[in-house]
């Protein structure tokens, strides 16, 4: 059964940083670009970028560059994304969710991590 | 960037009734539209990719239509367990997701 587990939530200082993980298991780590989504509240989704876990290789929406960083541990099958300069705009739901390659849709996604920014 | 512009916002239907939702793209998207149904504390589900192919597991109750900028997605026999927010998605230049649309059961 493919899963994509991630990390709780959290609660962070304006300023600081944080880092959410996306641990999956179930198919091949490898074979899967994994993706990342921000739901801030009451509002759609925005694909914040991608990795390819094979070879590092990432693509981000314009928005989210300098604001997302996306890394990948291929021997915990873990994904990660960092965010920084975090501001009350960055508190939202974040999803990792998986595709065969960077043209297909997401076809399973992670439950989602609550992040808060707030002193 | 493409832009989708989803529709309705949100809608209210009556069980064993049939709903629908249309995207429309800001430019041809080749039929590269996936449709999903997301429930509060959950990831979305895929329902629909490619326009009108159903994943496995999700019954024939789901449909999709379109082709070019214009794309509808329909639930026919609302069933208690619809009650969700849905999602239209373009995978056809980088991603682009529509505004949604909150489906409520009368």
């Not at chain 1, 994994?34 to 509240?41: A, E, F, N, R």
Request: overall charge neutral.
């Amino acid at each position: 059964e493919v899963q994509l587990q991630q990390s709780g939530p959290e609660l962070v200082k304006p300023g600081a940083s944080v880092k959410i993980s996306c641990k999956t298991s179930g198919y091949t780590f490898t074979e899967y670009t994994m993706h990342w989504v921000k739901q801030s509240h009451g509002k759609s989704l925005e694909w914040i970028g991608g990795i390819n876990p094979n070879n590092g290789g990432t693509s981000y929406n314009q928005k989210f560059k300098g604001k997302a960083t996306l890394t990948v541990d291929k021997s915990s099958s873990t994904a990660y994304m960092e965010l920084r300069s975090l501001t009350s705009e960055d508190s939202a739901v974040y999803y990792c969710a998986r595709s065969y390659g960077y043209d297909e849709d997401f076809d399973y996604w992670g439950q989602g991590t609550t992040l808060t920014v707030s002193s | 960037d493409i832009q989708m512009t989803q529709s309705p916002s949100s809608l209210s239907a009556s069980l064993g009734g049939k709903v629908t939702i249309t995207c429309k793209a800001s430019q041809d998207i080749n039929k590269y539209i996936a449709w999903y149904q997301h429930k509060p504390g959950k990831g979305p589900r895929l329902l629909i990719h490619f326009t009108s192919t159903l994943q496995p597991g999700i019954p024939s109750r789901f449909s999709g239509s379109g082709s070019g900028r214009d794309y509808s997605f329909s639930i026919s026999n609302l069933e208690p367990e619809d009650i969700a927010t849905y999602y239209c998605l373009q995978y056809d230049n980088l991603y682009t997701f529509g505004g949604g649309t909150k489906l409520e059961i009368k």
